[in-house]
């Protein structure tokens, strides 16, 4: 087999200097930019047919007949999309329930672990909450379970107590945005695409960008053993050299070297490493190797590149692209490459160099529907200690008298509370003209919208502020007059 250029340099290189970097560091303008190896004639008809993946705010090319598989997805909560999976998602919630009621906070006073189960109306589905586990009641799991057209959507968040709220607002925001989408759908609006949906950005852009996490990979189909994956997400801002794959790369030889001078992976031949470039992600590192033969395994290619990306910019994120031949039941080394060593490279080049920022010319999602839950029904319930869902009137269902009057007014995300019940006086409480009273937990009842009528406080404060604005007006007239008096004395 014939070698390139690149590679020549590259051998005469590790020739001269074994494992260290020295002399290889020095590399080539081209081994910096796309494109850097042609395709051999077996790998051709590879890619003359190509498709484009959607994933995240990007774009890559890949052979048609590639497989992709989806890993994980937090943007910024995890969700699973099920095509026509609705009432697999509800038996899901369902076991959700069940599991949170089986258990209870045994060193909490045996709390329950399931919170609440609310239905929602848009998209239709229901939000679980519940306590981590049995130790902890600060720790929260939040599951919103919904249906869209025949598919189930599950997502899913794990807020500490006091983000609570916060967590059910962005899971009931994230369902509502979300919209189905096919694999070979390419939105033009900002967003991102996930396995099966789209997200769109939202107007209000509530910190987007800044907790995305993509995993995607790919399977070729006419070279089952090479699988190739991107992993994506925000870019550290205290990223140091320890971080990168660089510096990674150097310790492990380090270690390798104190530990056996005679050690197998040592003896790894290193097909390009230095400096990489993708479009604008500039600040890459590659290092391409062929593994040697052990007893156990067989040699294969491992490739990775690692770009540190800009802290706060989603279209510069922190990106971990890697590659590996050999690959039998997701273990490398099982067989032996498909792949020669200018076919891995070639492969490589062609594929990570088409990845690029999705071009979008839309404008986010629009917010006053979007965003703004609906209305909670009157007669809607809300048990003491839970957080009040909709601002307006609530009445306690418990009898008897109540201190404060049995109507009051909650704003929503305000804890409810316990009712006040005014009790039966003892003779000497009659003598001394007390009352007592208790708090008792009750279910208190969604019974009027509106807001609450202002307090005197606040109507003598107002009062106030018009009564200064007003003696401020006239003080600045008659300043004024005075000036006119004395100008026309002058």
Not at 219 to 239: G, Q
Not at 342 to 363: C, L
Request: hydrophobic content about 35%.
């Amino acid at each position: 087999m014939l070698m390139t250029t690149t590679q020549r340099l590259f051998l005469v290189c590790v020739a001269a200097t074994a494992i260290s970097l020295a002399g290889c560091e020095r590399n080539p303008k081209e081994w910096t930019v796309p494109n850097m190896t042609q395709l051999t004639p077996r790998l051709k008809p590879l890619f003359e047919k190509t498709k484009t993946v959607c994933f995240g705010r990007f774009l890559v090319d890949v052979p048609d007949s590639t497989t992709v598989i989806w890993g994980e997805v937090d943007i910024p909560l995890g969700i699973s999309v099920y095509p026509g999976g609705a009432e697999h998602v509800k038996t899901l919630a369902q076991k959700f329930i069940d599991e949170l009621n089986a258990g209870k906070a045994i060193y909490h006073n045996h709390v329950p672990l399931l919170i609440a189960a609310d239905e929602v109306t848009e998209p239709p589905g229901k939000i679980v909450t519940g306590y981590e586990d049995f130790m902890s009641i600060k720790d929260l799991r939040i599951n919103g379970y919904f249906r869209v057209a025949d598919a189930g959507i599950v997502i899913n968040s794990r807020p500490l107590q006091d983000d609570r709220e916060r967590a059910i607002g962005e899971i009931n925001s994230i369902a509502r945005r979300l919209r189905l989408r096919t694999e070979d759908e390419t939105p033009t609006e900002p967003g991102n695409c996930i396995e099966n949906a789209f997200l769109p950005d939202s107007s209000a852009k509530n910190g987007e960008g800044q907790g995305e996490l993509i995993r995607i990979g790919f399977r070729l189909k006419e070279f089952p053993d090479t699988h190739l994956s991107i992993l994506l997400n925000p870019s550290n801002p205290h990223y140091g050299d320890s971080d990168s794959l660089e510096w990674q790369l150097k310790r492990l030889e380090g270690s390798e070297k104190s530990e056996d001078l005679d050690h197998p992976l040592l003896k790894t031949r290193y097909l390009r490493r230095g400096a990489r470039q993708i479009h604008d992600w500039l600040n890459g590192f590659e290092a391409l190797s062929h593994t040697p033969e052990q007893s156990e395994m067989y040699g294969i290619h491992d490739f990775a590149m690692d770009f540190r990306g800009v802290p706060s910019d989603p279209l510069k994120p922190h990106a971990d692209v890697r590659m590996q031949t050999g690959v039998s039941d997701n273990m490398a080394g099982a067989i032996k490459p498909s792949l020669t060593d200018e076919e891995a490279i070639a492969v490589w080049d062609k594929i990570t160099s088409t990845i690029r920022v999705r071009p979008t010319s839309g404008t986010a999602v629009k917010t006053s529907q979007a965003d703004t839950p609906p209305r909670r029904p009157l007669g809607d319930l809300a048990a003491t200690g839970r957080v009040c869902p909709q601002t307006g009137w609530w009445q306690p269902s418990e009898p008897g008298r109540k201190e404060g009057g049995g109507r009051q007014h909650f704003q929503a995300g305000q804890q409810m509370p316990h009712v006040v019940l005014a009790g039966e006086p003892s003779i000497w409480q009659k003598l001394r003209g007390e009352r007592p009273s208790y708090r008792r937990a009750t279910v208190w009842q969604l019974v009027e919208y509106g807001e609450a009528p202002p307090t005197l406080a606040q109507v003598v404060a107002t009062d106030r502020a018009s009564n200064d604005a007003q003696n401020a007006a006239s003080q600045g007239n008659h300043d004024e007059d005075s000036a006119k008096k004395g100008g026309s004395d002058a």
